[in-house]
């Protein structure tokens, strides 16, 4: 009988929970609802919150997600029972955008696709956050970077998703604000000193709500908005990792200025 190896979760438990996430989606589309929509009316304000079956399934998927993710990393045999917060928050926020995606590609053809995507996309965070339990794996390095180019890409799907759903200000301030917040406390806390740096968090994610407050109105492509915000996330992380490394600030801030600019010329001519 061959060995298991430890460096990476189950098969059985990992399809399991992939399955389990995939049928709640499948099911928010398979079951017509009548939708109720949430109004607040004060003076000046008007306030109207679509709740679907979508919606519901989606916050379902997401607690899911964290319960079968705690079920799977607790059998690896490096998990010594600390706490499981850091290897839940990037599924948790994976399956979230992905349901809140796939709900404004209802109607669509491309659904399918979507979904199918969806799911290489789960393997890929829950296998990774595995093998990051343990520093000293073979497979640690490579996890890492899985995980940090994971969480860019998904925060652009995120702010892509947004603007093509006409979100309003008001409710797209406080998103950017938490998902850029929570995406750039996890790529932090994988840097093996087991620190949380709630301070850099914080910040990277008021400049990046910023930055999309002030681009709200102006006529840029869903794309073009994604890019624009995902840029000084990913520069504002960058910077962070380089100055808590003692690297001298002149060249820690070089990269990420380029990156920042590639970002934002992109975003320009795409």
């Known amino acids: 009988m061959q060995a298991k190896n430890f460096d990476y979760p189950s098969i059985d438990r ?33 306030f109207a919150f679509p709740l679907t079956l979508g919606s519901v ?23 010594a029972k600390k706490s499981t917060r850091e290897n839940i928050m990037l599924p948790t926020l994976t399956t979230f955008v992905l349901g809140a995606s796939l709900s404004i590609l209802f109607e669509s053809p491309t659904w399918w696709v979507g979904f199918l995507f969806g799911a290489f996309l789960l393997g890929i965070v829950f296998t990774s956050e595995y093998i990051t339990i343990n ?15 994971f969480a860019y890409a998904l ?19 406080p998103a950017v604000f938490l ?11 994988l840097d093996g000193a087991d620190r949380w ?20 109105y102006w006529t840029l492509s869903p794309v073009q908005f994604g890019l624009a915000l995902t840029g000084p996330l990913y520069a ?9 490394e003692d690297i001298p600030l002149r060249r820690a801030i070089t990269l990420p200025i380029i990156v920042l600019v590639l970002s934002w010329l992109t975003a320009i001519f795409v």
């Open 155 to 173: 925060f652009l799907i995120l702010i892509t998703s947004l603007r093509y759903s006409g979100i309003r200000l008001f409710l797209l301030v």
């Open 57 to 79: 399934m989606t916050l379902f998927a997401a607690g899911l997600t964290a319960a079968g993710m705690d079920w799977l990393i607790r059998d690896h045999p490096s998990f």
């Open 236 to 244: 504002l992380t960058m910077l962070s990792v380089n100055l808590a």
């Open 135 to 149: 520093p000293a794996s073979p497979a640690y390095a490579f996890a890492r970077a899985a995980l940090t180019a």
């Open 14 to 46: 990992t399809g399991v929970l992939i399955a389990s996430v995939l049928l709640a989606f499948a099911l928010a589309r398979l079951i017509e609802t009548p939708r109720l929509i949430l109004t607040l009316d004060l003076p000046g304000f008007y």
């Open 197 to 216: 740096d709630f301070p850099w968090a914080i910040g990277i994610g008021i400049v990046c709500a910023q930055i999309g407050a002030g681009l709200h």
């Open 179 to 189: 998902v850029a917040g929570l995406i750039s406390l996890r790529i932090l806390h």
